[in-house]
């Protein structure tokens, strides 16, 4: 597989299938990547955010990794998100990444601590050149509580390892910003971690995104990225609109920020493709969310 | 004039010309009202965060509510920002600006107290129909400390005497939410404050804007907003550009959350248009800060 | 009546009785008075966060600030909160404040925008000068959004018309740490906005407090602040224990962060001392959270 | 040793010696420990935010709760925190820790994700069970991004397996509110973190404290913590007005949140007790701020 950057396209941040709070559900990550290669996606992402990835055993990660790297036989490119509150244990799940044959790594700052800009730099000076693989930057503040600042990013951008960033702020001012003051680094790949606007992101510059939602409608997301390119603006928003029902349909079930998660989780495992088992701290829906969830699955028939 | 709903274009928030941190720059106001008619805006809103509206006396502010409204001549509609962290003062400035012939005022929740949604809510539906004219909402959760729920927006809706909402939540998913779920209010507004996406904006069906950077160059953006209309993607990636340097540059001179309004009000009297001074707890930026912003004009010459 | 800086002992800022959103309950008003009169109290506060401040219309203020003044008659001193988000506004509050007799202002930061430090300062060095009486710097970051740094305050404490602090930042190791870095201020008064810990605030070195438990119970603070100067730990916990149960009763009723007013104004009016009527944004109790209180209070007899 | 509850006194969470950002510096362990048993505490408390466990990569911590059991050899009561983003490895890490013969752990929320009241109460209800160590929560919402409500801590204390809060909210008023409203709970221990009113804590009904700056002085808390007993209030004050000496200088040398840490390593180094490296994404202080707490060091003799 020759990957060619800035990656571009619709690269799903998969969740993490699983039998038991701490148990893979092997057949689960088979179907749920054979899913999203049939729905035409240009790559995948496995331990981020959607992956529950901090709240999973190191062993689990492990698996993981090399389950995932194994099925997917450099059909496409492989992100493994290998952030941690410890630079140790960041940089091993690195190197477990590339002796398995993944593409590249996606790193947060290390997300306990509170990091000024400038220590949040030398973080990014300091582990990146100890990983073996090329790295994204993942931008999640409400996560990691420190938000990259445009400057930051430019002096980050010096080191010519990172190839591209992943945001995930919600704020499109933000990171427009960020891509006009890296419009130097040609390699660089710009990938939205919000759905609501990928179709307007890709048709004024964007390289693509990281859509949870593609782990259950991928073909949804690769047509909205072909329809940006094309700069086909009514299929745009009749895809767009799809994606605002799901955005406050399933998305919005529950009362907690966690509910995303679980409604994604809920609504794959009501298509058959995984179970809805979640990592503590979370827990699946009970029933009248479940309920609720395929009412919204049988109404985005017609939507 | 006829106002037709949902009103649509460009409406810049004009900032307030001052000759004293509380005296008025009475050929200012003149100045720039002409300046930003010239470039063919669609309607200017006054007393906002731009104008600077919660530092001005109230003597001031009404006399800019007079002033304005007999300098525009009902050529456009005039949105006058009522907020106040008094709801017995925003009645009283939203009675002056029905009685100056404004067409409608601009709301924020009261905001010093912390209030939940069904607060806000409720104070919604009490002072709107205090008020003699037409409502649009400012969520701008950054300084009024309460972002508006996407479901207290659709119970807000019910209102019928709210026409519109400015969005400066930066947070444009939230946004396209609120639209999504508020389709059924054909009347309704959504103009965007945040001028770094406006292209986006109005291309996937948005109404228009309020974007501060079109008290300096109304013409850049309503171009901008044609192009948009228009579905002319190379337009708008061009014009966007500009403005991203103007964000990256002008708006971006200081140190602190103020460098915007600073930047506005020092380019506009680098521009010749009206006096930098400025209402507290802010000041003019000094020398330095000064030959930065006539740098960057020279430069965006060439962008 | 002589005033002697620092300024020691029990100030409760009192609530602002309403007869209606916009209209003073002036009977209450008298009754408050006499009530935290006779309770022993050294001082009282008006137009604070519990007076409701930020609500009121202009006119309304003044007539408080002037009945107030005459109702007292130098009897104790009168503390005068001027906060606005305008600068202009504060100041002629505070010369209103002068000219009815008062003894002190009350001042936080402009509370719409965000301030840096520096802004903060140069915002006081240009503020209080312009204030025809000693001042007094209002810390609460929850409501203003900008917290005073220790470092500023060792700086804004050059300016030797600011008497004091009252601090409601919950932050005692801030408040602390304030203290110790301006004990050079022989003059300056430490006063806590947080009754819940101002017996031991007392006892190792504070002035005194601006509980707002006072309206309610004004001789129960007078004997915490006489406890903890006669370093009485046994009746320093047991007061601070009705303290408690009133903080987790009475304080903690509603939903909202304005559940504390709204249980206070409701107590109150309970209490037979003023009417529970409140400006908006917020509105009274209803049923049955009034009956709540009132089981609180008969509880509160035998605690 | 037989451990009585509710454990009291002082318990300093020591810092983690290390050699290299991820090798443990075994001789500074044990001068560690030894200095402070020597200074009288009263049990100590490994890997917790002081102790940077959240950056230490797992087999580092295995390392330093084993050395720390075996070197302790039950003089005193060692507490571990447990604390991670995976549930699996909190678990695993308090079965270590119950092997080696530790006393109790310590937990926080699982800290990445946002979780809501009722999953922070589920996620203990699941995680303590498990455990085969008494547990301690951990309230430091600044970090964690959860505070432990009132309400959820009254349902918390359900689980007698939980046996006391350490509580780095720096808000007193809601700890003691926590402490008022589980006093049918006399098992149970209350314990600070924050060290700049903790004398006035134990004074007032406090159990004890975890006061960082034990590792530099651990006689100076064990002093403080007698007088606290013996009610002695002139002794409280002198003593908190070295630490508030040290609160500012030695913790505010730097710019960043992590000042207090890069301090308190610093100081350990120039005291010759261990070495200060840190574990990324940290740094030590270069030398102008070593420089600082040379001076600060000299000065506080005279303190």
């Known amino acids: 597989m020759n990957v060619i950057y800035p990656l571009k396209g619709i690269i799903p941040p998969l969740v993490t299938p699983l039998s038991d709070t701490d148990r893979l559900d092997v057949a689960g990550v088979e179907k749920l990547i ?31 990794i090399a389950r995932t790297c194994r099925l997917v036989k450099r059909r496409i490119p492989v992100l493994v998100g290998v952030s941690d509150s410890s630079f140790a244990e960041s940089i ?12 590249a790594v996606v790193i947060t700052p290390s997300f306990y601590f509170l990091q000024g800009q400038s220590e949040l730099l030398e973080y990014l000076q300091h582990i990146v050149p100890r990983m073996p693989l090329p790295v994204f930057y993942y931008n999640i503040p409400i996560y990691t509580k420190v938000a990259l600042e445009p400057a930051t990013a430019v002096q980050m951008a010096e080191i010519r390892q990172i ?17 006009y003051l890296l ?3 040609t390699d ?3 990938l939205l971690g919000t ?11 964007g390289h693509g995104g990281i859509p949870c939602g593609a782990n259950l409608f991928p073909r949804l ?30 998305y919005s079930t529950g009362l907690h920020p966690s509910s995303f998660l679980k409604g994604l989780k809920g609504t794959l495992s009501l298509l058959g493709i995984c179970s ?7 827990t699946p829906f009970r029933a009248a969310e479940r309920d609720k969830l395929k009412t919204f699955l049988q109404q985005l028939k017609v939507v």
């Open 92 to 103: 091993e799940l690195s190197e477990i990444a590339a002796m398995e044959g993944a593409t």
């Open 221 to 250: 997301f690769v047509d909205l990225y072909h329809a940006a390119v094309n700069r086909d603006i009514d299929k745009i928003r009749a895809l767009q609109d799809k994606i605002m029902y799901i955005s406050t349909t399933i």
């Open 195 to 205: 759905e609501e606007y990928l179709g307007e992101f890709v048709l004024t510059g």
């Open 183 to 185: 419009k130097h680094r």
């Open 163 to 179: 190839v591209g960033i992943k945001d995930s702020s919600s704020n499109l001012a933000y990171f427009k910003q960020v891509q």
């Open 188 to 190: 660089f790949s710009f």
């Open 34 to 64: 054979e899913h999203v290669i049939a729905g035409g996606v240009h790559g995948l992402y496995i331990l981020g955010t959607t992956g529950e990835s901090p709240s999973l055993s190191h062993r689990l990660k492990k698996e993981l």
């Open 276 to 282: 809805d088992a979640m990592a503590e701290p979370f």
